[in-house]
T-cell receptor, first 114, second 115 residues
Framework: GENVEQHPSTLSVQEGDSAVIKCTYS??????FPWYKQELGKRPQLIID?????GEKKDQRIAVTLNKTAKHFSLHITETQPEDSAVYFC?????????????FGRGTQLTVWP | SAVISQKPSRDICQRGTSLTIQCQVD?????MFWYRQQPGQSLTLIAT?????????ESGFVIDKFPISRPNLTFSTLTVSNMSPEDSSIYLC????????????FGPGTRLTVL
């Protein structure tokens, strides 16, 4: 099955700086890569996703890049704010598979200091 | 989108007992997923529940410990049986949204503490 590695496990940045979280995957059949944000005591919520036919996607301060050849994808948060502090999970899956499951990375605890 | 509710939201149980967690979705879905999230950890898939068939369990999870029911296309239950303190976790159900290209949505979770 798929194996998703995520780095770093913790990340501390000053407010206004950028944050980058990186993930790698093993299965070349994976074609859908979502990023979830989980605040303390809450459910994971999708913040951005990317499909394998796209190299980059941006939504305001958040962007995701995908390198299919190298099998890695990254989350970029610019102009970080204290409310960005949370755990971020990357995931991968083959949306065409009948299994339909997501494979998650281990998570990154992002702390934004004011 | 999909609206998912879970009951109970939290519970404290004694070891050796069982707890059944309910997951209700506001639309009909083929697959429902049950995840476990241990404190400070990532999400681990327990099983996939399809209506009308036996649930498919991931490695390390067995039906005797985590029996699942899927009586219709909007509802599922997960039972945590013969609980021990190691079962203390958050249990979440999830489904794919119905629209083309839609995301996977998660329920609010059930926080279980086993004493």
């Amino acid at each position: 099955g798929e194996n998703v590695e995520q780095h770093p496990s913790t990340l501390s940045v000053q407010e206004g700086d950028s944050a980058v979280i990186k993930c790698t995957y093993s299965d070349s059949a994976s074609n859908y890569f979502p990023w979830y944000k989980q605040e303390l005591g809450k459910r994971p919520q999708l913040i951005i996703d990317i499909r394998s036919n796209v190299g980059e996607k941006k939504d305001q301060r958040i962007a995701v890049t995908l390198n299919k050849t190298a099998k890695h994808f990254s989350l970029h948060i610019t102009e970080t704010q204290p409310e960005d502090s949370a755990v971020y999970f990357c995931a991968a899956t083959d949306r065409g598979s009948t299994l339909g499951r997501l494979y998650f990375g281990r998570g990154t605890q992002l702390t934004v200091w004011p | 989108s999909a609206v998912i509710s879970q009951k109970p939201s939290r519970d404290i149980c004694q070891r050796g007992t069982s707890l059944t967690i309910q997951c209700q979705v506001d639309s009909q879905v083929t697959m429902m997923f049950w995840y476990r999230q241990q404190p400070g950890q990532s999400l681990t898939l327990i099983a996939t529940a399809n209506q009308g068939s036996e649930a498919t369990y991931e490695s390390g999870f067995v039906i005797d410990k985590f029996p699942i029911s899927r009586p219709n296309l909007t509802f599922s239950t997960l039972t945590v049986s013969n609980m021990s303190p190691e079962d203390s976790s958050i249990y979440l159900c999830s489904v794919w949204g119905l629209a083309e290209g839609n995301e996977q949505f998660f329920g609010p979770g059930t926080r279980l503490t086993v004493l």
